[in-house]
């Protein structure tokens, strides 16, 4: 599967954005679909993932209560959107995939994913 992340870009504290993963190639639904991040000079993050159906959905603590992941299987996308934004959500936000047999299936864990799209910049300014 091939995905196409787009909607970063440079915003203040306290505004939002939407982040878009577009899939292509094979069938979106057989995979959990992930958001992390890497800060510069940091290591990469998990952000957040949603099961196949979208109803199962995990997130890393920093985010929780202000991003949200969510899918449209119809249109084999995944979005993240992110409110309430601080200078330090500041990363190269990725999506990726993992395939999996299970509709329930969510993880955090990077080397799960076999499947990962470029990054799209996210800056948050103070």
Known sequence: VQLQASGGGSVQAGDSLRLSC??????????????FRQ???????FVAAA??????TVYTDSVKGRFTISRDNAKDTVYLQMNSLKPEDTA???CAALATHSGSYVSHLSYEYAYWGQGT???VSS
């Open 92 to 94: 190269v936000y990725s």
């Open 22 to 35: 577009a899939a292509s190639g094979r069938n979106f639904l057989g995979y959990t679909m992930g958001w």
């Open 39 to 45: 800060a510069p000079g940091k290591e990469r993050e």
């Open 121 to 123: 910049l996210v800056t």
């Open 51 to 56: 099961s196949r159906s979208g109803g199962s």
